[in-house]
C-alpha cells in the first residue's frame, strides 16, 4: 500500500513547509515538493497542516479503580483517541499486591491485544517493590515497558513509601527505565478526606478541598528530592498546580532532569467547575483535582518556556450514571477521573496556538515529539521524517466545531467541555500506514494497532 499526501503544510517541532509526504507500507519513504509518482492513493491536503500523530502517554483504559473500571476498554479508548488525532498510547499496566510484573504486564497485553486500533505501550505501575521486582523491572526494560509509575497518593492501595520510591529510583540508573510519579502528599490528602467526612462534608467540590496544592507542591519537591539524591531523571505526571510548577522550574534551573506533564483539564477548567448545581461537580472529580484558573496561566508559561515537556490526557472515564453515583453522599467514593483521550489536539491546537500561548511547532513538540522522545518512542514515532512510522494526522486548523457527548467518541455519558467551540479539527488519520479515519469517518480495525517496544534511556 502506497499513500501521497500532496501540498499540506508539514508540521514537525521545528520545521513547517508546504510539501508532499511518500508513505510506502507502514513507513515514511520521501517527503518532498511535486512528488508524482503511482500510489494507491492521493491525499489531497492543501490549506491543511500535516503532523505526527499525537502521542498520549498517560490513559487508563479497561482500568479497574475505585471500586469499578473505567468505561472506555481498548477497543472504544483507541477508536476515539484515533478520532482526536492521537496514533500512539502509553497506558498504565497495575501490579497489585502480591503479584509479579510479568502477571501485570500480561494481563494488560491481554486486554489491548485484538482491540486496540492504534499503536500502544505501557508503563508499569509498582506497588509492591520487592527484591524479585526490581530483578523484574530489568526485565521490562529488555522487553520495551521502559517506564514505572509510582504512588506518593492513595495509603493502602498505590501509595509506596520514600524508601521503596528511592530504590525503584536507584534501580533505574541500572536499567535505563524512567520513574514516572503521581505526586500528592497521601497520608495529609487521607486525614484531611476523614476529617471532612466527619464534619458532615460530603459534596464533590470537597474532593478538592482535602486535596491541596501543597499536598501536590510538597510531594513534587519530594520526589526530585529522591530523584537528585539516587543521580537519575523523574517525570512527574499531570501536574496541576503552579504551587507544584515552581518545584519543577527550580529544579530544572538547578540544572536537574526534572521532567513534567499537565493535561489539558489543567489548562481548560478550574475549581469553579465543583460549584456547579446538585451532583455536576463530580464530573470533574480527578486526582489531583482542578485547580483556581489563574493556575491555567502558569501552566501555559511553562508548557512555553520548557519546565512542563508534555500535555497527555490522563484519561480515566466514569460514567455519572452508574459509576460516579457511587459517591452521592460520600465524595471519597466517586471514582477519580475524567474522559479526555479525543479532545486533547483539538482544545491545545485551539487554546494554545490559536490564541499565540504556543508555537505551532510547540504544538507538535508537546503533543508528540517530546513524549516520544522521553518514553523511547522517538524518532521511529514523534516526527515526520523519512523511516519514521507513518503516524500522520490530517488537520483543519480552519475549521470549528462545538465539543459534545453527541458526537465524540468515548464511551462516557457526559464530557467536562460540553457545549465548548473549538478551531481546530482532526480529518484524516493514518496509523502505520493505514488510514483509520477518513475525513472524519472510522475505517481502522479494532485489533490492528501493535504493542511499541520502547526504548530504555540508554
Ligand atoms: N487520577 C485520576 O484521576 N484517575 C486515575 C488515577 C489518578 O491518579
Ligand atoms: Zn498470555
Ligand atoms: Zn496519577
Ligand atoms: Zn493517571
Known amino acids: 500500500m502506497s499513500l501521497l499526501i500532496k501540498n499540506g503544510t508539514v508540521v514537525t517541532a521545528v520545521d513547517q513547509y508546504v510539501g508532499d509526504v511518500l508513505i510506502e507500507g507502514e513507513r515514511i519513504a520521501t517527503i518532498g515538493s511535486s512528488l508524482s509518482m503511482p500510489v494507491d492513493r492521493t491525499i489531497d491536503a492543501s490549506g491543511k497542516l500535516v503532523l505526527p500523530g499525537g502521542i498520549d502517554v498517560h490513559t487508563h483504559l479497561d482500568m479497574p479503580f475505585g471500586g469499578t473500571t473505567s468505561a472506555d476498554d481498548f477497543e472504544s479508548g483507541t477508536i476515539a483517541a484515533a478520532f482526536g488525532g492521537t496514533t500512539s498510547i502509553v497506558d498504565f499496566a497495575i501490579q497489585y ?34 527484591d524479585q521486582v526490581e530483578l523484574e523491572m530489568d526485565a521490562l526494560v529488555g522487553q520495551g515497558v521502559t517506564s514505572f509509575k509510582l504512588f506518593m497518593a492513595y495509603p493502602g492501595v498505590f501509595m509506596l513509601d520514600d524508601a521503596s520510591i528511592f530504590k525503584a529510583l ?16 497521601g497520608g495529609v490528602i487521607d486525614v484531611l478526606v476523614k476529617k471532612a467526612l466527619a464534619e458532615g462534608k460530603t459534596a464533590p467540590k470537597y474532593h478538592a478541598l482535602t486535596r491541596p496544592v501543597r499536598a501536590e507542591a510538597e510531594a513534587t519537591h519530594r520526589a526530585i528530592a529522591l530523584a537528585e539524591m539516587a543521580d537519575v531523571p523523574i517525570y512527574i505526571v499531570h501536574l496541576s498546580a ?33 460549584e456547579e448545581p446538585g451532583f455536576d461537580g463530580a464530573k470533574y472529580v480527578m486526582s489531583p483535582p482542578l485547580r483556581p484558573a489563574a493556575t491555567q496561566d502558569r501552566l501555559w508559561r511553562g508548557l512555553a518556556f520548557n519546565d512542563l515537556q508534555a500535555i497527555s490526557t490522563d484519561h480515566c472515564p466514569f460514567c455519572m450514571k452508574e459509576q460516579k453515583s457511587m459517591g452521592h453522599g460520600d465524595f471519597s467514593k466517586i471514582p477519580n477521573g475524567a474522559p479526555g483521550i479525543e479532545t486533547r489536539m483539538s482544545l491545545v491546537y485551539d487554546g494554545g496556538v490559536r490564541t499565540g500561548r504556543i508555537s505551532l511547532n510547540r504544538f507538535v513538540e508537546l503533543t508528540s515529539t517530546s513524549p516520544a522522545k522521553i518514553f523511547g518512542l522517538f524518532p521511529r514515532k514523534g516526527t515526520i521524517a523519512p523511516g519514521s512510522d507513518a503516524d500522520i494526522v490530517i488537520f483543519d486548523p480552519e475549521k470549528t466545531t462545538t465539543l459534545s457527548v453527541h458526537s465524540l467518541h468515548m464511551k462516557v455519558d457526559y464530557n467536562p467541555y460540553e457545549g465548548r467551540q473549538v478551531t481546530g479539527v482532526t480529518e484524516t488519520v493514518i496509523s502505520r500506514g493505514r488510514v483509520v479515519i477518513d475525513n472524519g469517518r472510522f475505517v481502522g480495525r479494532a485489533g490492528a494497532g501493535a504493542f511499541i517496544k520502547r526504548s530504555a534511556r540508554w
Open 242 to 274: 503552579a504551587e507544584a510548577l515552581e518545584m519543577v522550574t527550580e529544579a530544572r534551573d538547578r540544572g536537574l532532569p526534572a521532567y513534567a506533564e499537565t493535561c489539558p483539564q489543567y489548562l481548560f477548567l478550574s475549581d469553579d467547575n465543583y
Open 97 to 130: 499486591k502480591g503479584q509479579t510484573l510479568h502477571h501485570a504486564w500480561e494481563t494488560w497485553m491481554h486486554k489491548a491485544e485484538g482491540k486496540a486500533a492504534i499503536d500502544y505501550g505501557f508503563h508499569m505501575i509498582i506497588t509492591d517493590l520487592t
Open 170 to 185: 536507584l534501580r533505574t540508573g541500572k536499567n535505563g527505565g524512567t520513574i514516572c510519579m503521581h505526586a500528592e502528599n
